[in-house]
């Protein structure tokens, strides 16, 4: 087609697929949601000359290091923070879903540091991501968790969805920015998160540390930030918002930070990270159990289930990017050798853009939005350069995986 069609949030024009996972060029890198709006343009997944993802090539890299010398670093800097007087160490964010449960039983138990575990809960629990959350802690481990505004999460919500089509948006925000407050808070100087999110496509440079940019956490002046795509003053004239109501959202201030000395390292810089052994290691010692059916636009059934939300959200990435969740999770199938290429491609074409209708009318009632609402906002958020209607009418992506697609 000879036409050249809008990108919308700044994608690459031309739709490309590395060619040794099933990921696009269309895959947006993690950013600082703080200054998340409707028009911000997204930093995207890079392809080499060879047209291999950078996701791949960090998979390739972790063949070549020295895991014995990265965890002999993690003794050195654990032996830093170590309490001589029983007091908590470190910080462990998390749900209790497999990722945060390795984290913290590790560094308990085989390192024999003493973390306070945090949860930032999701918006609607499933009931096995309560019972995941609840044996994790039975499991041996104290933990705070933090229950913000409920009137304030249901409209922040809604908002995400109305002016960015990222249902988590906020939420993701405060869940982020929970650690360093309580680590301020409590006295301690280290958090732990698990991987790095160059692990999934975020530049490959990101993986020469063990620390995350404080830019994702801190922030200097209020006028800087967004919530669900508005300003707090937008917020506050239209909906009424009071800054003491958001404040729970919001990350320390820079001078905060500067002055506690707090430093977030990933685990999984130090211990080599691959997610089907952390989720077996989650199961053997903190009672971490998957769910008990597919999760709807994948074919797994252990990774992000907690909350009732989760599926709409990698749906909504499949709008808005042309990835569903199943991209997701066969890429990092592939990268890791768990399965090939081919039947990568097989799994995407079967499951990608499954519409997740098992939570879907009780996530409506919760904010208050109309269901035919929210599919004109699917419609008014697929950028033209990735979806067309074919003969009958119907949306279809112009590119994918399978080669299938309208234009392909």
Not at 148 to 159: D, E, F, H, S
Not at 178 to 191: D, E, F, M, V
Not at 347 to 369: H, Q, T
Request: aromatic residues 14%; contains cysteine; negative net charge.
């Amino acid at each position: 087609m000879s036409e050249k069609l809008e990108a919308y949030y700044g994608l690459p024009q031309e739709v490309k697929f590395c060619t040794k996972c099933v990921i696009s060029n269309q895959r947006p890198a993690s950013a600082v949601e703080l200054k998340h709006q409707k028009d911000s343009k997204k930093t995207t997944m890079n392809l080499d000359e060879d047209g291999v993802c950078d996701a791949c090539r960090v998979a390739e890299n972790k063949e070549n290091i020295n895991w014995k010398e990265r965890e002999d670093k993690l003794l050195e800097l654990l032996d830093k923070y170590r309490s001589k007087d029983g007091s908590y160490d470190c910080l462990v964010p998390g749900s209790g879903g497999k990722d945060s449960a390795y984290q913290a039983h590790v560094l308990k138990y085989k390192y024999g540091m003493n973390p306070l575990t945090i949860t930032w809960p999701p918006i609607l629990y499933t009931d096995y991501g309560y019972k995941n959350w609840k044996n994790w802690i039975d499991s041996g481990f104290d933990n705070i968790s933090f229950n913000r505004n409920g009137k304030v999460m249901k409209l922040l919500t809604r908002l995400s969805i109305e002016n960015l089509f990222h249902p988590f948006q906020t939420f993701m925000l405060g869940q982020k920015n929970l650690a360093p407050k309580l680590a301020a808070k409590y006295g301690i100087s280290l958090i732990f998160y698990g991987e790095n999110e160059a692990e999934y496509g975020n530049p490959i440079a990101d993986t020469s540390t063990s620390l995350r940019d404080k830019s994702f956490f801190s922030y200097k002046h209020l006028d800087d930030i967004f919530l669900a795509g508005l300003s707090l003053k937008e917020l506050r004239e239209k909906y009424n918002v009071e800054h003491q109501d958001v404040m729970s959202f919001l990350p320390p201030t820079e001078q905060e930070l500067a002055g506690s000395d707090i430093q977030v390292h990933y685990l999984g810089y130090y211990l080599k990270w691959t997610p089907q052994e952390v989720y077996y290691y989650a199961v053997e010692n903190t009672g971490f159990k998957a769910r008990p059916f597919r999760t709807q636009g994948t074919y797994s059934k252990y990774n992000s289930i907690d909350d009732k939300i989760d599926d709409l959200h990698y749906y909504t990435t499949f709008i808005k990017f042309g990835l569903g969740r199943a991209t997701y999770d066969a890429s990092q199938e592939i990268r890791n050798k768990h399965i090939t290429r081919e039947e990568g491609v097989a799994l995407v074409n079967r499951f990608d853009g499954e519409f997740p209708d098992r939570y879907f009318s009780e996530i409506m009632e919760y904010i208050e939005m109309d269901p035919e609402k929210f599919h004109r906002l699917a419609d008014e958020f697929r950028s033209p350069h990735l979806w067309g209607k074919d003969d009958s009418g119907n949306w279809k992506l112009r590119h994918n995986v399978s080669k299938n697609g309208l234009e392909d």
